[in-house]
């Protein structure tokens, strides 16, 4: 059974409403369950009672965590562009069905992770499992399709700057200490103009009420591939020399996983 941990943002939303699709349950605590990880392997994103669950296995697309299981599990990770690519595998392999609903759900997320394919991220793997899903999903036109999809990824109006940094935050355990790096996809740059001292002072308020040392959300431009990072916390100061009229521009980066992460490893180590 799908469970969430959090609240579904606008384009899970329209994704959920193309395929027909029912909103999963939103749990809280795991204690006592058998569980899959989807889509991440650090404990820092899976629910605080996790240790009191099974993990049965890990389905990924990201670098292994800090998962440890008293028992041997599963574990498909894959360098592709989508964990979607690995799970539409899966049921290859496992000779499981695939409806047109959970086509169209699977093709949805590959299409938004690779960014319509535009992403450092994508790889033969994921454009041949979009091209085998469209055709169970009955979906004619994948570019008319994708594009959609795009734009309701890029809608953030009537969003607050706590909701902007929410909408895809991941937590990794670094050095010793806990970070946080979100992600904002916008069609342009300047649709987050007269927001950036309220997401700056939102980084600075998680840093101070969860003991972060770092905490930072990449502004992504999709269209042009430019990235701002805004960024607070103890571990600030080793980015400055990055800045330039006051501002850190990261050039042909969609990436957080690929490009964006990486790179702050190197420098905030």
């Known amino acids: 059974m799908p469970i969430r941990q959090g609240e579904i943002n606008r384009e899970t939303q329209h994704i959920l409403e193309v395929a027909g699709a029912e909103v999963p349950e939103l749990r809280t605590s795991v204690a006592g369950e058998t569980v899959w990880l989807v889509d991440y392997s650090d404990l820092a994103q899976a629910p605080d009672d996790i240790a009191e669950a099974e993990?049965?296995?890990i389905v990924d697309h990201h670098r292994l965590g800090d998962v440890m299981t008293v028992n041997p599990m599963e574990a498909w990770i894959w360098?592709?562009?989508?964990?979607?690519?690995v799970l539409f595998n899966m049921f290859k392999i496992e000779g499981h069905?695939?409806?047109p609903q959970i086509a169209k759900l699977m093709m949805s997320a590959i299409l938004s992770d690779t960014v319509g394919f535009a992403s450092p991220?994508?790889?033969q793997k994921d454009k041949d499992a979009v091209?085998?899903?469209a055709a169970i999903a009955d979906v004619q036109d994948v570019d008319a399709f994708t594009k959609d999809l795009l734009i309701a990824k890029t809608n953030i109006e009537g969003l607050s700057a706590a909701e902007l940094v929410e909408k895809d935050l991941k937590g990794y355990p670094f050095n010793g200490r806990d970070v946080v790096v979100?992600?904002?996809?916008?069609?342009?740059?300047?649709?987050?103009?007269?927001?950036?001292?309220?997401?700056?002072?939102?980084?600075?308020?998680?840093?101070?009420n969860d003991n972060l040392a770092f905490a930072a959300v990449m502004l992504t431009d999709i269209t042009t591939a430019q990235t701002r990072l805004l960024y607070k916390g103890e571990w600030a100061e080793k980015l400055v020399k990055h800045e330039k009229d006051g501002m850190l521009m990261m050039e042909n980066t969609l990436s957080r996983k690929k490009q964006g992460w990486p790179w702050l490893q190197t420098e905030l180590a």
Do not use: S, W
Request: hydrophobic residues 40%; proline residues 2%; charged residues 20%.
């Open 121 to 123: 991220t994508c790889t």
């Open 97 to 99: 069905e695939i409806t």
């Open 131 to 133: 091209a085998e899903l």
């Open 79 to 85: 360098p592709v562009g989508c964990t979607n690519t």
């Open 55 to 57: 993990i049965a296995g």
């Open 182 to 208: 979100g992600q904002v996809e916008l069609a342009t740059l300047e649709q987050v103009d007269g927001m950036i001292d309220a997401l700056e002072a939102d980084l600075e308020a998680r840093c101070a």
